[in-house]
């Protein structure tokens, strides 16, 4: 008898379980505490935009206009820098030595310039001496032409060796120069915010992927704030802006407005993946903050901005009107 209702009743419990499943995966689940909480609009009316932080003279990626192995990095990450100072050498050995062989060429010709003067001198002088004979029987024509022909052709061979003085100085100074262009040095004054190029690497000439080094003024940061196109209307450059930091939306600063960039261009969906997405078309906003007013705030982090919008008119309320029949 319990052999014939065992099957039975153990059908019956999978039925209860399943139902009791269903019933407990249809239930709602809580949500979940942001992190974080969100950054709350100072204004009754606002555009709101996300920005990245950025150095007041953008952030610049140093390059280098000569291809080779960086033999010397004098600027480390964190360094301030004036304009002018070296930031990396690349290496210089090939062009000192070429400087070396033209100084001393310099000094040959130099040289030559004093023979020939020298022989020039003499030759005038022998010319000279020859025209001023006043007997005609003494001196035949012939020999007073090839005189003068002489003279003048060491003077034209000073010439010459001063010529070749000055192009051999033409050329110690370009090589100098190439040398100059193999230092590269810190265009603005600023912060070295990211070193990428080490002691005994190439380094290429031209546009790379990724910055040798990156390099900007940090002591007034700027903002750049993304405002979808549809908002772009509504952004007026008289109106107060605040920014809030992702993460700790207490720490809080006023933003003064620098410029807008009259460019729409598409926004690029930071997803992290190896090709990014455009999703939509923004305006670019500048803001700027003294970077004292707001401290632990970094290059490339990421701010919630919000802008005030003057535009905004609050809809009238309007008593119904009573209708008299």
């Given at each position: ?6 099957l ?9 379980f399943?139902?009791y499943?269903?019933i407990?995966?249809s ?5 979940s ?9 100072p ?10 932080v950025?150095?007041?003279?953008e ?13 010397e990095?004098?600027?480390?990450i ?18 000192q030595?070429?400087l070396?062989?033209?100084?001393a060429d310099l000094?040959?010709?130099q040289a030559n310039?004093k023979?020939?003067e020298?022989?020039a ?14 007997d005609?029987?003494?001196v ?6 090839r ?23 033409a ?18 004054d ?15 000439a031209g ?9 900007g003024?940090v002591?007034?940061?700027h903002?750049?704030?993304d405002?979808d ?10 109106a ?16 003064t407005?620098?410029?807008?960039e ?13 090709t990014?997405?455009v ?13 004292s ?12 901005v ?9 809809p009238a309320t ?5 209708i008299?029949?």
């Amino acid at each position: 008898m319990f052999g014939k209702l065992f099957l039975p009743f153990l059908a019956l419990l999978g039925v209860l379980f399943a139902v009791y499943t269903v019933i407990a995966g249809s239930r709602t689940s809580p949500p979940s505490e942001p992190i974080a909480p969100p950054a709350m609009a100072p204004f009754k009316a606002y555009v709101a935009g996300a920005g990245i932080v950025e150095a007041s003279t953008e952030n610049i990626a140093v390059g280098t206009p000569v291809a080779g192995v960086v033999s010397e990095v004098t600027a480390k990450i964190g360094d301030e820098v004036k304009k002018g100072d070296p930031l990396f050498i690349v290496d210089l050995r090939d062009l000192q030595a070429e400087l070396l062989v033209r100084e001393a060429d310099l000094k040959s010709r130099q040289a030559n310039v004093k023979v020939a003067e020298a022989q020039a001198a003499d030759a005038t002088n022998q010319y000279d001496m020859y025209k001023s004979i006043n007997d005609a029987r003494a001196v035949t024509k012939e020999e007073l032409d090839r005189r003068r022909f002489g003279a003048d052709a060491a003077n034209a061979t000073v010439v010459q060796a001063q010529a070749q003085v000055i192009a051999t100085e033409a050329s110690i100074a370009q090589t100098k120069v190439e040398l100059e262009r193999r230092i590269v040095r810190a265009p603005v004054d600023g912060q070295v915010l990211q070193v990428k190029i080490r002691t005994g690497e190439f380094a290429p000439a031209g546009v790379v992927a990724t910055p040798l080094m990156l390099i900007g003024n940090v002591k007034t940061l700027h903002v750049r704030v993304d405002v979808d196109e549809n908002d772009a209307w509504r952004v007026d450059p008289k109106a107060a802006a605040e920014a809030s930091v992702r993460g700790n939306s207490k720490l809080k600063v006023d933003l003064t407005f620098v410029r807008i960039e009259p460019y729409v261009i598409p926004k690029r969906s930071l997803t992290g993946e190896s090709t990014e997405r455009v999703d939509t078309r923004v305006l670019q906003v500048l803001f700027a903050f003294d970077r004292s007013a707001l401290k632990n705030v970094y290059v490339g982090q990421q701010m919630d901005v919000f802008i005030e919008d003057l535009a905004f008119i609050e809809p009238a309320t309007t008593a119904p009107v009573a209708i008299v029949k």
